[in-house]
Nanobody, 124 residues
Framework: QVQLVESGGGLAQVGESLRLSCVGS????????VGWFYQVPGNERKFVAS?????THTYTVNGRFAISRDDAANAVYLHLNNLQPGDTAGYYC????????????????????WGQGTQVTVSS
């Protein structure tokens, strides 16, 4: 069982970029397909991006964002570019075990483990 720890959030100005990190704290994240979600208080958690366990396939809902993984660093990254005030939210990473190579996922119920989240606030 992996424990996920997000970091990299904070306050950004419109147009700036942030890189969020998701690290496996007590195990290797390289064995999992990983997704990122965002959530605004009072709303449901929504999908942002996903990457397959082997890193060969990715999917993002927003062309300003990208996802990547570095297994040597035991991390998956969410790259947030050209940030806008509407991107303000808590960002959560999630991991799915026993995922075949090349597959990614985008529903919350498809993931087995979740981090505690990191807050991103975009100021105009």
């Amino acid at each position: 069982q992996v424990q996920l720890v997000e970091s990299g959030g904070g306050l950004a100005q419109v147009g700036e970029s942030l890189r969020l990190s998701c690290v496996g704290s007590n195990g290797t994240i390289s064995s999992y397909a990983v997704g990122w979600f965002y959530q605004v208080p009072g709303n449901e958690r929504k999908f942002v991006a996903s990457i397959s366990v082997d890193g060969t396939h990715t999917y993002t809902v927003n062309g300003r964002f990208a996802i990547s993984r570095d297994d040597a660093a035991n991390a998956v990254y969410l790259h947030l570019n050209n940030l806008q005030p509407g991107d303000t939210a808590g960002y959560y990473c999630a991991a799915r075990e026993k995922s075949p190579a090349g597959l990614y996922y985008w529903h919350t119920y498809e993931f087995d483990y979740w981090g505690q989240g990191t807050q991103v606030t975009v100021s105009s």
